[in-house]
């Protein structure tokens, strides 16, 4: 009888194993960023101001092992900075830009809606319909699909490239299937400057990206980031000398061609640097990242600066940001 009942157990015991394994709801999932960036909306000086428009559609995702989206998150940094027909910059270059998300109801689509939804609601709407689908069906979505439509009406097509972009991206840094994900987004134009004579002026969007998973007790699991110099020059008559058609890439896309390798004292790109430091805050709560010891915000930890020597402060706002839009 004893015998019996211990090979039943046995038996209780394997299934279980086998079910848990096959049928899981936590199972290890990958974490993705992808950004979609655009300046082509940018116009010259003449009677009125011109306008360096930077537009960065950004998706964060988890990924499972069939290559399914399990959580999606999108936002937008649009980011407008002028200048007059002078090459003087007209917007103060100490302003601080909100991401669509951040601007909720603020950004005022809400009441030229015609389904009555604000941008994020759409914008969070597209992302929920992303969900179980994978990179090359939420590129077939249709503009027009019923079950989409009551929801969101906005343009999806940029949604779409950064999707599969960070689908592209997404790689296993920790994250969990239960994790929360979150998407946290920071631009500043402080690089801008105005033209001269002798140099053409700058307006740059700066804009950093952190995307994290986090678990119940609100610890970071997986940690990723980038960030892109959107860059439009312009000389001192005000029009634009840089191609508002190129391609413009983040600074995880150009890699080794971002050039701080060769100037760095520990001979890392800062692809390689922002990875190193993504990867130390895994395990963290915001309040720990914010914590970290920093000289002249740079890594000050032992255990950090081997891998990582730059400016990390911009990091820290977003990945505090990314775990408090966590969902």
Request: glycine share 8%; charged share 20%.
């Amino acid at each position: 009888m004893k015998k019996r009942m211990a090979v039943l157990l046995s038996l209780i015991f394997a299934m279980s194993t086998l079910t848990v394994g096959c049928g899981s709801k936590n199972a290890p999932v990958k974490t993705g960023v992808g950004m979609s960036v655009s300046v082509s909306g940018s116009t010259e000086a003449a009677e009125e101001d011109g306008t360096a428009a930077a537009d960065a559609t950004i998706a964060a995702v988890t990924v499972d092992a069939n290559g399914k989206i399990v959580a999606c998150a999108i936002d937008v940094a649009q980011t407008k900075v002028n200048f007059d027909a002078e090459g003087k910059l007209t917007t103060d270059v100490a302003t601080q830009f909100q991401s669509k998300q951040e601007l909720g109801e603020a950004y005022g689509m809400k009441q030229f809606s015609g389904i009555g939804k604000e941008w994020n609601e759409q914008a969070d709407a597209f992302a929920v319909f992303c969900i179980g689908k994978t990179a090359d069906e939420v590129a077939g979505i249709a503009a027009d699909d019923a079950d989409l439509t009551a929801s969101c009406t906005i343009h999806v097509n940029e949604f779409q490239a950064a999707v599969a972009k960070a689908v592209a991206n997404a790689t296993e840094l920790g994250a969990q299937s239960t994790d929360k994900l979150g998407l946290g987004v920071a631009t500043n134009i402080a690089k801008s400057k105005d033209a001269s004579d002798a140099e053409d002026g700058l307006a740059q969007a700066y804009t950093t990206v952190s995307v994290v998973t986090v678990d119940e007790k609100g610890k970071i699991t997986s940690s990723t980031l980038d960030a892109v110099q959107a860059n439009v020059n312009f000389d001192a008559t005000g029009k634009i000398t840089s191609d508002i058609n190129a391609e413009v890439a983040t600074k995880n896309e150009l890699g080794e061609g971002y050039g701080m390798k060769e100037f760095s004292g520990i001979g890392k790109e800062w692809n390689e640097q922002a990875a190193a430091y993504a990867a130390y805050c895994v395990g963290k709560t915001a309040d720990e990242v914010k914590a970290i010891e920093l000289n002249e915000g740079a890594p000050a930890d032992a255990d950090l600066v081997a891998s990582c020597t730059i400016h990390v402060t911009d990091f820290n706002t977003v990945i505090t940001k990314a775990v408090a839009n966590a969902k």
